[in-house]
Each structure stands twice: as C-alpha cells, then as structure tokens.
C-alpha cells in the first residue's frame, strides 16, 4: 500500500489516506502481447512478473505451442515454444496467463497473440537451362504463395535478379565459361517458407579450338594481290588441319596459288615464310572441332586453281562457312583480292595488316593431289618477283 499523509494547517490535524499501489492496481504484467514465430519452429523466452503473495498460471489454447513451467509463485522467466507448421497456410493460436493472490480472490488474465506462418510454397517456371559457353542471361517467372521469396546461387557466375517479390518475373544471368574442357554446373534456390524450388543451369565448356582469319592483300595494280588464310590453334591439344599436325598455340597460313612449279592449288605457310604481312584482315575465334574438320575437308576437295577460282575466290568461301551472317564477304565477280579487301574492310572489327607466325623454309608444305603434304620446292617458294610496298620484294604472282 502507498501512505499519502495531509496535514490541514486550519485545526492542525493530521489524516493518513491509504490508496492501492501501482503493483496491486496491475497484479499481472506480462513483456508481450503478440509473437510470430517462424515456420520452422521457434522458442521466446517471456517475463512474468506479480507481487507477493500472488501466483500465476500459464496456458496455450493449442497444442503446437508449449511453455517451460505451468505456473509460479514468483515473478520469473519462462519459455516458449512454437512447434514447425508444416502446413500451406498460416496459423493462429491464444497463450493464457492469468495471476491471483494466493489467498484466493480476483484473477487476473492476460492474453499472448500468437500467429506463425505457414510452409508456403513457391515454384519457378523453369527447372533446368543449358546454355553454351557463352555469357548470357534467361528470363523466368517465380510464384508464391508468399508476399516475399528469397533467392540464393551456389557459384559466383550464376546471379538472379530481381529478389523478393511474389508472382514475378525474374532472370538468370552466366558468365562465359573459358575453360575448354570442363562444363560447369550451378544451382539457384528460391525459398518460402519451407518450401523450395530449384533451377539447375549447366554451362557447356568453350568447344573453340581455333582462331580462322582472313586475309587479303592488293595493292589495286594487280601486283603482289594475294588472298589466304591463317588458322591459330587456341587449344591444349595438337590439331589436324588437312593433314598438318598444328601444335597448341602455332598458327599457319593457307593459301591457292596458280603460279607454282609444284603445281596448281594448295600451299602451307608460304605466305607466313614469305611474310606476306600486308592487307584487310578480319578473326573468328569460334571455330570447333567439328568446324576444323569441315576446313579440313574443304582444303583437300578445293587443293585446286584456276582463273575464276582463285585464291580470293578459294579463301573467302571457306570463311564464309563458319561467318556469322554479318560477316560474311564477298571477292566479287569476278573474284579478285582487290574486291574482297574492300568487303573486308566494311566489317566491324576488321584490322590492318596481320601479325604472321614465324617459319623455316623447310615448313612450307605443298598438298599433293594424293591429299598427302610434301615440302614445297625452291623453285615454288621462290617464284615470282613482286612488290608488295613495306614487305619489300616478294616472289608472289598475281593469284588470280
């Protein structure tokens, strides 16, 4: 109880007023009124607190919710305990405290609200992608029956955006993947809840062996125009180009001659030995092994020359085997070195002179009409007195 003395200065009398404490006015408080555990399961530790002489009790409305102690004597801690829900949808359950004097009297009830959500469930519209080994992104839907997912990948080339929101579209993007001979495999999860759904993306390895360049020179008087080919071995391994074992990270030049004393058609490196560095030129470092063999084979059907399939002709066919649409040429009609420079000169990305491997006289090869490679004689090597402006004197002939 709480004394409040009043002291009346008028006849000096002094009146002692008793009033209920604060304690008594309130003989139950409880540190909450309301708890969301999660769906997994989840224990709060509350604060019961009473004044003397009283006691308290504790109750759940449900079973799914359970409590460390039943009832006290003394103000004090205890636990909670919300069991997983393992259905859909959310759920709703009461926790009763009441307080009493020990003596008997007037009970005093307090209520916990507590609501626990349910599993959920969320999906995706896509289960696997298998893109190749280049960068790129996929756009996908994700759908719940929560207000909010969450997302999470497993490796760092693999991101998705946006997160969170319900109902959404949403999208996977990849890095390239630059190794040559392992594919990759990663996975994003999206949560809700309980529930789970995944998307597993597998990433092919990078299947491009070789670098296939075009090159075409022509000085616009007929003289030292010359149109060929060089292939860069980009791999780890040994590449057969028609027959020639290019080694890893070696490149050769390819050309057809008409002038040669060894014969009309096919020659290794006899542009690279000469240095026949000069002209448009214009990469593409996609070809694969399956497109190396198609070069193969198309050097060994076409090991021929003549006026109206000559070296631009020859070169700019084979590399509009494997050009993407937009870069795709033309030697014109007819076909010379001069026409195909200038289409090669309107492709974006094209480049100026061209830097060529280094070769020993004894590495220039002629392909024979048996389909064999033989080292090319002096005379072919040697053939031919042209100038080609900073190259210098070069025995090449006109190649158409």
């Known amino acids: 109880m709480i004394y409040i003395v009043v002291t009346c200065l008028a006849i ?27 769906p997994v399961g989840q224990s709060k530790i509350i604060t ?48 009763n405290v009441t307080a009493k004097p020990a003596a008997g ?70 890095s390239a993947n630059t190794s ?36 075409s020179a022509s000085n616009g008087e007929f003289t030292d125009d010359h149109a060929y080919l060089l292939v860069t071995n980009t791999s780890k391994s040994n590449l057969n180009i028609a027959g020639y074992n290019l080694g890893s990270g070696k490149a050769i030049t390819i050309g057809s001659f008409g002038n040669k004393p060894d014969g009309k058609g096919v020659y290794f490196n006899l542009e690279a030995y000469l240095r026949f560095s000069t002209g448009y030129s214009i990469a593409n470092p996609g070809l694969t092994v399956d497109n190396v063999k198609t070069l193969s084979k198309y050097i060994k059907d076409n090991n021929k020359w003549y006026c109206f399939s000559n070296c631009s002709a020859w070169a700019s066919i084979a590399w509009n ?35 060529l491997p280094t070769v020993k006289k004894s590495e220039v090869l002629r392909l024979g009409t048996d389909g064999k490679l033989k080292t090319a004689s002096a005379k072919s090597i040697n053939t031919g007195s042209f100038s080609s402006g900073s190259s210098g004197s070069l025995p090449f002939a006109v190649c158409f």
Do not use: C, H
Request: avoid cysteine.
């Open 12 to 38: 000096g009398s002094v009146f002692v007023v008793t009033t209920p404490s604060a304690e008594a006015a309130t003989p139950l408080q409880v540190s909450m009124s309301a708890w969301t555990p999660n």
């Open 48 to 95: 019961i607190k009473i004044p003397a002489k009283y006691v308290w009790s504790i109750k759940s409305e449900v079973n799914w919710i359970s409590t460390s102690k039943a009832s006290g004597k003394v103000s004090g801690n205890l636990t909670l305990k919300a069991a997983r829900n393992p259905a859909i949808t959310a759920r709703v359950g009461i926790i």
């Open 105 to 174: 009297g007037t009970v005093t009830t307090k209520r916990i609200s507590v609501t626990q959500k349910g599993a959920g469930w969320v999906t995706a519209s896509k289960v696997a992608v298998k893109p190749s080994y280049k960068a790129g992104s996929e756009a996908f839907f994700v759908y719940s029956n929560w207000a909010s997912w969450t997302a999470k990948s497993n490796s760092k080339w693999l991101t998705v955006t946006p997160k969170g929101k319900s109902n959404t579209s949403a999208r996977l993007a990849w």
């Open 180 to 215: 040559k001979t392992n594919s990759r495999t990663a996975t994003v999860t999206f949560t809700a809840g309980l529930s789970t759904a995944k998307i597993t993306v597998s990433q092919a390895a990078d299947p491009r062996v070789a670098t296939l360049t075009l090159i």
């Open 321 to 355: 085997q494997f050009a993407d649409t937009n870069k795709k040429v033309s030697a014109g009609n007819p076909a010379t070195p001069a026409n195909l420079k200038q289409s090669i000169g309107k492709l974006p990305g094209y480049q100026k002179n061209i830097k």
